[in-house]
């Protein structure tokens, strides 16, 4: 199956801006579900962005218009490009592979596969 490492973490300032990649080795062929999630400190897993089977993106409430998440031609590699970072976007960011679908949801319980994280830290 599918394995996620992601990269690019790190701490920024308010206002700045960092981006994150996700290498994606197996089959993330074109109708699987990809998205990035993030979990707070202290606080459940929450969808950040996902990638549908069109190459379109749904973002999540919170970083609507600061965040963007993009692939390469064959969605083995994923970014997440976040601007205008604020303190409460400091957690650990994940890549994840949910179920094939044409559109895909931003509720982790539907992603079986994750990469092991990495730290984002806004202050």
């Known amino acids: 199956d599918v394995q996620l490492v992601e990269s690019g973490g790190g701490a920024v300032q308010s206002g700045g801006s960092l981006r994150l990649t996700c290498a994606a080795s197996g089959y993330t062929g074109g109708s699987r579900c990809m998205g990035w999630f993030r979990q707070p400190p202290g606080k459940e897993r929450e969808g950040v962005a996902t990638?549908?089977?069109?190459?379109?993106?749904t973002n999540g409430d919170s970083v609507e218009g600061r965040f963007t998440m993009s692939a390469d031609g064959a969605r083995n590699i994923l970014y997440l490009q976040m601007d205008s970072l604020k303190p409460e976007d400091t957690g650990i960011y994940y890549c994840?592979?949910?179920?094939?679908?044409?559109?895909?949801?931003?509720?982790?319980?539907?992603?079986?596969?994750w990469g092991q994280g990495t730290q984002v830290t806004v202050s």
């Open positions: 994840a592979a949910g179920p094939w679908a044409r559109w895909c949801r931003l509720n982790p319980n539907e992603y079986g596969r």
């Open positions: 990638l549908h089977s069109d190459g379109s993106t």
